[in-house]
Structure formats: structure tokens, C-alpha cells
């Protein structure tokens, strides 16, 4: 780094980069263990793609009947249910979410925990020594500055740190072509009770207001295709608005529905690259545009709705993914591989929204494999968050080490949570017992604490 950078005379135990999903939660997992922690987030707020991409609700991941998901993912839905910001349908479903609300949850179980964090600040790069991270260069209102810790979290979800100090990493599937990125958004002022009832008599029941979940996707039978093919046809909408189209209700906001779309353009899917990230901004917003014109003028129930809100973050669902210790592939979880150091469970699908055209969701091998028995499931080992070449880092989130295909897999919320946990409290030990050197920690014992935490591992 020739650019001139001040040091900060403060040192922490641990530095989390990206205060998102697994971020947040590494940063309060790693607090409770005693660790003197900061959190440094781009944006003003904590959460990442869940809260500012406006990702609701959390996937299911429950395998014979019990969440996979436990420990402090059991913790923000217990607190945002007592807001009413959180809710549980009638199949015991309670991963429906507010992710306004979730921001402020995230930063009281941080704070509260004795961590702290730095909202607008972006790491620019670490510097790196013989293999270890020294401290990490960030820009915000201070300009360049150098902040210093034993152990780093790299959770920007772009393993950004991890690629800058030289780990190697993947990115792509065989094309390099990555997943889709959608902008998401919000539709207000909605009459609810009519929207459900005009789509109960269109093929897609819903349980309530309070619980609605309606979808279009050319091709997969969708009750509403035919609404969609005639929006095509009068100019409402265009081919690709149907490429994915589904909505959420949100607890805690009567009248409101959040869009997981738009999809973005295809030739602009490298959500590491900025201008991609700059170009899904626009063409979002344009087909938003689209997408708002035909839900008030064919869906009954919102012809009085406005826009709510853009997602401040266009979510971006695979970038770089680094070469770890171990690489979780397709053949591990349609085994349903077990391992000694499992820090996480899943049960979520092969789900790829793939740019070539169409959800690839279930892999081929669907019926035959282990893994698609109901109380099936595979592990994710504490070898996938240990990048290769970096001795004081960590790597939870989308960009753990896995392949294209595993990673769509493993990359939903409740999982980035638990990688998140474990690589906080690996980050704790680290720092407190092995000067930082994050492979001394045996996998076996953490698995044994997130036990102790409640994990279900
Ligand atoms: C459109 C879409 C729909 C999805 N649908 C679902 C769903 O319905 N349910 C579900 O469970 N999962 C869903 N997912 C998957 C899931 O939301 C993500 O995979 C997961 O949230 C990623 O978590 P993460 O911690 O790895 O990254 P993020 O949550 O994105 O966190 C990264 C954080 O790092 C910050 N950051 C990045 N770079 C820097 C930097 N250089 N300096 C400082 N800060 C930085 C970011 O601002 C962000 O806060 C969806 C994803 C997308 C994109």
C-alpha cells in the first residue's frame, strides 16, 4: 500500500470487515467470548444483504421437522418476534422478518455484548506480513486509516480482505458467469385482504394478509403466467420481467410487500466489479418502474400502492469464493457428508439463478441421493472458513470456501448466521489463546462451545 494511511493508536482483539449477515453476528459472538471486537461496515447500518438488500424472509432449513439453525439465529427471532417484527405461520414456519427492524436488533445484541462497530467505513486492504494480517486499511471521513487487531474477520461477503492479502479464490460457475443479481424492492399502501383474496381465486392461496408469498417464473407452471403474458403483450411488463418474479408480506409492515426482484440483466451479473454493481442499480430501478405499473394495474388490491422503498444494496448472490482449507462441493451435500468439525447443518437445496436462463433449483441427481430423504442433511466444516496462505483469518458468509454449485446451496441467511457464530468464537479463542493463529483452534472443541450456545451442530 504506497498511499499514505494513518495508524490508529487503538488495537482490537478482532476486526470483522462487513457487518452483514455473518459479519453482525460474528462480531457479537466473538464479544460475548470475551474478545475486544470491531465492526467495519460500509453502509450505516448492520445486516448486509439481509437488512439492506431487503432479503425477507430468512429460507427455510429444517431437516426432520428441526431448524438447523440454532444458537444465535434462535436469539434475533425471539427478539424480533417480542417486536412484532418478526412472526411464525401456521406450519411453524418462523423465519418471516422485518429487516428494518433487524438493523437495530443486530446492533443492541452487538452493543449489548460489549462490541463495537464503525458504520461508513469501507477496507480498502490489509497488510500483510509473512502470511499474517497486520491491521487493515479502511477509508471513511477520516480518510485512510490503519486499524490493528490479533485476528480479522473478512465477512464482506466478496472475501475482499482475503483476495487483497492473496488467498486464492474462485469465482463463477465453469464460464465465470455468476449467479444473477436482483435489486429488491418494496410496494406500500397495498390492500392486502383483496390481494389475497384475487389470488386465492387465481391458484395461489394464501394462509393470511399476514403470511403472503406469491411468485410468476416462465415455464414452472406459475397460476399467474397468464396475467403475465398479457402484461408482455399490452407493453406493461417485457419477455424478462418473468424471469423471476416473487413477493413477500413482512411482519410489523401492514400494507406492505417485498419483491425478491427484479432480476438483472444478464451481462451485468460480477457483483465484485462496480460497475456492474453501478449498471444493476439503474436497470433495477428501471424495471422496478415495469414491475410497480403492472401490480396497480392487473393485481387487484394495489391499485392504489406506491413504491415503499429500493433496497439500499442490489443483493448480490455469488462473487469470489476463496480456497480454504477444505472446499464443501455438490458431492459432499447430495452424500449429506458428515464431518468432525462441522460448525453448520443444511438442508437447503442446490438453488442457482443462473444468467444462461431459467432457476436451476434441485440438482439431477434429485430422488436418488442421500440428501433428499426429509430428515437428511449435510455439515459444512470449520476447514471452509480457513483461507489458504493467511494464518490470522477467517471467512464466513456466501464466500466460504465451496464450489459455484455448493455455494448456492449453503449462501442462505441461516447458514451465513452460523458460519458467522463459529467464526467469532474461533476469532475470540484465536486472539486470546493462539496469538491469533486461527488453525490452532481445534475444530472438535468449537463445535462442542456452539453446542454449549445452542447450535445445532
Ligand atoms: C436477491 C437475493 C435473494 C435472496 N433470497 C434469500 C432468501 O429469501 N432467504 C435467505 O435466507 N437467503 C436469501 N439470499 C441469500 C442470503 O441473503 C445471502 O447469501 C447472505 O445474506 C449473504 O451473507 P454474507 O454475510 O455473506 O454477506 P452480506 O450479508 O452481503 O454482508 C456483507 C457485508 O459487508 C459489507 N461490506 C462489503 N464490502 C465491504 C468493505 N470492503 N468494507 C466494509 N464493509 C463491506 C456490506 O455492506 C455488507 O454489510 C438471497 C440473496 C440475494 C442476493
Known amino acids: 500500500m504506497s498511499l499514505?494511511?494513518?495508524?490508529?493508536?487503538?488495537r482490537w482483539d478482532v476486526l470483522v470487515a462487513g457487518g452483514g449477515t455473518a459479519g453482525a453476528i460474528a462480531g457479537i459472538a466473538a464479544a460475548r467470548e470475551g474478545a475486544r471486537v470491531l465492526v467495519l461496515e460500509s453502509q450505516g447500518s448492520l445486516g448486509g444483504t439481509g437488512t439492506n438488500a431487503w432479503v425477507t424472509p430468512l429460507m427455510r432449513n429444517v431437516s426432520g421437522g428441526v431448524n438447523l439453525?440454532?444458537?444465535?439465529?434462535?436469539?434475533?427471532?425471539?427478539?424480533?418476534?417480542?417486536?412484532?417484527?418478526?412472526?411464525?405461520?401456521?406450519?411453524?414456519?418462523?423465519?418471516?422478518?422485518?429487516?428494518?427492524a433487524l438493523k437495530y436488533v443486530l446492533e443492541v445484541l452487538l452493543l449489548e455484548a460489549g462490541g463495537e462497530v464503525l458504520y461508513h467505513t469501507s477496507v480498502v486492504a490489509p497488510v500483510v506480513e509473512a502470511g499474517h494480517i497486520h491491521s487493515l486499511v479502511v477509508h471513511n471521513k477520516g480518510g485512510l486509516q490503519a486499524l490493528e487487531a490479533d485476528v480479522f474477520i473478512d465477512a464482506t461477503g466478496d472475501a475482499d480482505v482475503a483476495a487483497a492479502a492473496g488467498v486464492p479464490f474462485h469465482a463463477g460457475d465453469e464460464d465465470g458467469l455468476h449467479q444473477a443479481m436482483s435489486l429488491r424492492f418494496?410496494?406500500?399502501?397495498?390492500?392486502?385482504?383483496?390481494?389475497c383474496t384475487f389470488l386465492a381465486e387465481h391458484g395461489q392461496?394464501?394462509?393470511?394478509?399476514?403470511?403472503?408469498?406469491?411468485?410468476?417464473?416462465?415455464?414452472?407452471?406459475?397460476?399467474?403466467e397468464p396475467l403475465f403474458r398479457r402484461a408482455v403483450v399490452e407493453g406493461v411488463?417485457?419477455?424478462?420481467?418473468?424471469?423471476?418474479?416473487?413477493?413477500?408480506?413482512?411482519?410489523?409492515?401492514?400494507?406492505?410487500?417485498?419483491?425478491?426482484?427484479?432480476?438483472?440483466?444478464?451481462?451485468?451479473?460480477?457483483?465484485?466489479?462496480?460497475?456492474?454493481l453501478s449498471g444493476a442499480q439503474t436497470d433495477g430501478r428501471e424495471s422496478i418502474e415495469r414491475l410497480i405499473r403492472f401490480c396497480k394495474t392487473f393485481l387487484p388490491g394495489c391499485g392504489q400502492a406506491y413504491l415503499g422503498s429500493y433496497a439500499p444494496m442490489v443483493g448480490v448472490r455469488e462473487t469470489r469464493r476463496i480456497v480454504g482449507d477444505y472446499t464443501l462441493t455438490l458431492g459432499d451435500i447430495l452424500d449429506s457428508r458428515?464431518?468432525?468439525?462441522?460448525?453448520?447443518?443444511?438442508?437447503?437445496?442446490?438453488?442457482?439463478?443462473?444468467?444462461?436462463?431459467?432457476?436451476?433449483?434441485?440438482?439431477?441427481?434429485?430422488?436418488?441421493?442421500?440428501?433428499?430423504?426429509?430428515?437428511?442433511?449435510h455439515e459444512l466444516p470449520y476447514r471452509c472458513l480457513l483461507p489458504q496462505g493467511v494464518e490470522n483469518l477467517l471467512?464466513?458468509?456466501?464466500?466460504?470456501?465451496?464450489?459455484?454449485?455448493?455455494?448456492?446451496?449453503?449462501?442462505?441467511?441461516?447458514?451465513?448466521?452460523?458460519?458467522?457464530?463459529?467464526?467469532?468464537?474461533?476469532?475470540?479463542?484465536?486472539?486470546?489463546?493462539?496469538?491469533g493463529t486461527v488453525r490452532r483452534v481445534a475444530g472438535m472443541a468449537l463445535r462442542e462451545?456452539?453446542?454449549?450456545?445452542?447450535?445445532?451442530?
Not at 241 to 270: H, K, M, T, W
Not at 449 to 457: C, I, K, T
Open 4 to 10: 499514505p494511511y494513518t495508524t490508529l493508536p487503538r
Open 395 to 435: 471467512v464466513p458468509g456466501r464466500a466460504a470456501s465451496s464450489t459455484f454449485e455448493a455455494q448456492s446451496s449453503i449462501r442462505v441467511q441461516q447458514n451465513c448466521h452460523s458460519m458467522g457464530e463459529a467464526a467469532g468464537v474461533a476469532a475470540a479463542w484465536a486472539a486470546r489463546e493462539y496469538g
Open 186 to 195: 418494496t410496494l406500500a399502501g397495498v390492500d392486502l385482504e383483496r390481494l
Open 237 to 276: 411488463l417485457e419477455e424478462r420481467d418473468g424471469d423471476y418474479f416473487q413477493a413477500f408480506s413482512v411482519p410489523g409492515r401492514p400494507g406492505e410487500l417485498s419483491f425478491n426482484c427484479p432480476r438483472i440483466r444478464a451481462d451485468l451479473n460480477d457483483g465484485a466489479d462496480p460497475w456492474h
Open 338 to 377: 458428515k464431518f468432525e468439525d462441522a460448525v453448520c447443518r443444511n438442508h437447503y437445496p442446490v438453488d442457482i439463478h443462473s444468467v444462461k436462463g431459467g432457476a436451476k433449483l434441485l440438482h439431477e441427481r434429485e430422488g436418488t441421493a442421500p440428501y433428499f430423504a426429509p430428515d437428511a442433511y
Open 205 to 224: 392461496w394464501q394462509e393470511s394478509p399476514r403470511f403472503m408469498h406469491f411468485w410468476m417464473v416462465w415455464g414452472k407452471k406459475s397460476s399467474l
Open 69 to 100: 439453525n440454532r444458537g444465535l439465529t434462535d436469539e434475533l427471532k425471539a427478539r424480533l418476534l417480542a417486536r412484532g417484527d418478526g412472526a411464525v405461520d401456521k406450519n411453524g414456519n418462523d423465519n418471516w422478518f422485518n429487516p428494518e
Open 449 to 457: 462451545r456452539l453446542r454449549a450456545l445452542g447450535a445445532n451442530v
